[in-house]
């Protein structure tokens, strides 16, 4: 790929700050997203596309890859994944005739049949034609406990950004607003039911509505029938907060509105509406705090002490909600950490607190019941090692719920197909729902967990996947993710298997610092200061593969999206020689600018502020726009992203690809006009951006003469 570019003259750049010694930003225009410079910068984009795709779809591979990810993606052997809604199953589904979706409904006792008798409630594909737009589902806000009414929202091409409009779940068609229906326009809005006529709305409503990321920066009280921009403001927060919100719990006897201000992405500050007054709730700012009927749980995010005791970061602690009111902190304790055991998620159900646990990246199942006094714990017997999750069926906005001890347990892992079975807390039995077959042949594969050392003395847990007699010349694929306290648990991917494992290569899943495998102090471990640890990490298991035989630079990719493109980022520039591919999807890269780019600010928290001389010390070390030289041989890189995406903004990638190509380095690049976030809108373009991707990486790790 060649830079017609290369020689246009330096921007200057609007964002250095104090410490900032960097030249000009000379490709700041490729940030545009709008107007003239913005269709000059889609004019690059174009070009850059129409090059990688030249050559990666010629390659013999990327058609029949293309067309096997397809077919898995629309088969109709898919588990339907659903939601409850009163009496309702609700699904999205997706094919080949019907790209966009079908958003339907099904009886919960018809669920467990083979074909369930599906009631068509939205066909996505049917709107769109009809009204000439993009439309992707974002979900719906459905009113409880009657369900009738709803807040359809829908995206345009696939961006978080996305209008609401009412919608009758009984009579399946939307309400016009002439005719009193609630309508919400395009924004990233905010949005709760408080009656049948009443909503709690956070929105772009002009100057001094939106946070600094982009977000609500106020509450409104709408009523039916009154114009929103009118609706009085009930809640507000300051600018410089990541967002507001409300929240409204219904259970009877146990009515209540809450307002929160995200402080930023791991603080907030919380308040009861309570006879039109706020009162604050008095916990620390970075608690995980849910209020369940009676309960209160709480999940500190650093030690809490209190009456006497310190209750260490990652535990789980459980409150009476008229003790919390009169003042008492004593909670019980439902879960403490122990070194390589940590909380990975909970779940209640009418009487009990399901939690789910990981145990050195695989899943554990405790069951704790509330209706016993004390409450009493026993392990329940699943399916191990793996991955579980549970998906409660208990609504407590109903008087009465007959499926108030039932939940969906699904499992999976790397070679096992996932699985979704009805559970009952209390007891061990389950009864089989749905699984899905083999999407690949695993036969002779096997699954493996090794530590790397990384460079502080850290051991770093990472799995291999892949088949017998592989030694170093196999082609070997490295992800990971790193941020936000994500854990990467084990999942089984059709994807991988049929694009990698059965043609030979292998796949190696790396659980650094500052994802949440270890829980809040394994990912605060690796963040602001510290972010470097997270690249340690992944290098350290990068030359652990080697040292063990596993593969050599020439056959190792790396591949990693948004906090996980930075993560990649970051260690193909300082490890340069490490590695032979690097597949960079949606991904951070700019760390100068990046708290300017749509909801960049919301991420201070995790990086630091590059406003802050003594952050943009560090951030300035490690970001990976800044640090690119010239002289330096880099590896082919492939960078995806999407233009409709208004999460990470894409300019991060096109800047990367931009500057490596004025650095007479070579690179691939696709930019999907649409999806959003995800990279894409619908199966057909899923499809072809991993058909891509795999193409990329066999034509950089597969046979030498075919590297470029």
Sequence with gaps: ???????????????????????????????????????????????????????????????PIRQELLQLLNAQDRIPHVARRGDWFYNLWQDEAHPRGLWRRCRIED???????????????????????????HGAIAL??????????????????????????????????????????EAKSDVEWLDENTLLVGTDLGPGSLTDSGYPRQVRQWVRGT??????????????????????????????????RSLDFYNEARFLWRDGQRVPIDLPSDMSVHA??????????????????????????????????????????????????????????HHHVLLTLSEHVASRLEEWDLSAHPPV????????????????????????????DDYLLHYCDFLTPDTVSLAHAGRDDRTPLKQRGAQFDAAGMSVQQFFARSADGENVPYFVIGGPGQGADTPTLLYGYGGFEVSLQPWYSGTNGRAWLTRGGRLVVANIRGGGEYGPQWHQAATGAHKQRSFDDFIAVAEDLIRRGLTRPERLGIMGGSNGGLLVGAC???????????????????????????????????YGDPDDA???????????????????????????????????????????????????????????????????????????LQALEFSYLWQQLGDPKDRQ
Excluded at 25 to 50: H, K, M, Q, S, T
Excluded at 115 to 133: F, H, K, M, N, Y
Excluded at 247 to 260: A, K
């Design 1 to 63: 790929m060649t830079d017609p570019n290369s020689t246009m003259t330096a921007t200057t750049d609007p964002a250095a700050g104090p410490g900032d010694t960097s030249p000009p930003d000379e490709f700041l225009w490729l940030e545009a997203l709008d107007g003239e410079d913005g269709e000059r910068a889609l004019d690059w984009v174009r070009a850059r596309n129409a090059e990688s795709q030249s050559v990666l779809q010629a390659r013999a591979d990327y058609e």
């Design 572 to 606: 193909m520039v300082q490890r340069p020689e490490l590695f032979g591919a690097v597949v960079c999807q949606v991904p951070l890269l700019d760390m100068r600018r990046y708290h300017l780019l749509l909801a960049g600010a919301s991420w201070m928290a995790e």
């Design 111 to 137: 669920y467990a049949q083979p074909e369930p008798p599906w009631v068509t409630v939205l066909d996505l594909d049917a709107l769109g034609q009809a009204e000439q737009r993009s439309w992707v589902f």
């Design 377 to 404: 714990l026993r392990t329940v017997q699943a399916p191990f090692p793996g991955t579980l999750s549970v998906q409660t069926l208990h609504d407590p906005e109903l008087p009465q719920d007959r499926f108030g």
């Design 614 to 688: 003594q952050d943009w010390a560090h951030l300035s070390r490690y970001s990976p726009y800044q640090n690119l030289k010239p002289g330096v041989r880099y590896p082919r890189a492939l960078f995806a992203t999407s233009t409709r995406d208004d999460r990470v903004h894409p300019g991060h990638a096109r800047k990367m690809a931009a500057r490596l190509l004025s650095l007479g380095q070579a690179c691939d690049y696709y930019e999907n006009i649409e999806g959003g976030h995800g990279g894409a809108a619908d199966n057909q373009q899923r499809a072809q």
């Design 227 to 260: 114009p929103l921009a009118q609706a009085p403001v009930v809640f507000e927060g300051e600018a410089s907060d990541v967002s507001v919100g409300a929240s409204v719990d219904r259970t009877p006897g146990y009515e209540r509105v809450f307002f929160s």
């Design 144 to 185: 409880a406990p009657d369900y009738r009414r709803c807040l359809v929202s829908l995206s345009d091409g696939g961006a978080d950004a996305a209008e609401l409009r009412e919608f009758d779940l009984e009579t399946l068609r939307f309400i016009p607003v002439e005719d009193g229906g609630f309508f919400v326009p």
């Design 292 to 349: 369940h009927g009676p309960w209160w749980l709480l999940r500190p995010r650093s030690d809490w002490t209190v009456a006497g005791h310190t209750h260490p970061a990652g535990s789980l602690l459980l409150l009476d909600d008229e003790a919390f009111w009169r003042g008492e902190r004593q909670p019980r304790i439902l879960f403490v950490p122990t070194p390589g055991r940590s909380l990975d998620d909970y779940a209640l159900t």
